[in-house]
């Protein structure tokens, strides 16, 4: 069984940064992506960002030009790097991880709140 343990959430003002981080754990075998969800208020949790075990990644385009993620592979983690926040990225924020490519695990989530 994964556990994902999430830290770095945080508040914040517009224009701010934070950077998120998990780390997986109780697996021998290769996690094959990696990345991050969010629920926002009022809204149904969407997919924000992926990275591979090979680095490829992708994020949600509408955050792009902001956040970045990125893997390290030896340690199990994975990071979210968020800059220039609004309030529209105020919400919760779920670590993802795929095994096996069918085997989907959640962290428990860690709070982001943006003020203006």
């Known amino acids: 069984q994964v556990q994902l343990v999430e830290s770095g959430g945080g508040a914040v003002q517009a224009g701010g940064s934070l950077r998120l981080s998990c780390t997986a754990s109780?697996?021998?075998?290769?996690?094959?992506?990696m990345g991050w969800y969010r629920q926002t208020p009022g809204k149904q949790r969407e997919w924000v960002a992926t990275?591979?075990?090979?680095?490829?990644?992708n994020v949600l385009h509408s955050v792009r030009d902001r956040f970045t993620v990125s893997r390290d592979n030896a340690k199990n983690t994975v990071s979210l790097q968020m800059n220039n926040l609004n309030p529209d990225d105020t919400g919760v924020y779920y670590c993802?991880?795929?095994?096996?490519?069918?085997?989907?695990?959640w962290g428990q989530g860690t709070q982001v709140i943006v003020s203006s």
């Open positions: 993802h991880a795929l095994v096996r490519w069918q085997d989907a695990y």
């Open positions: 109780g697996t021998t075998l290769p996690i094959n992506t």
């Open positions: 990275i591979s075990l090979l680095g490829g990644s």
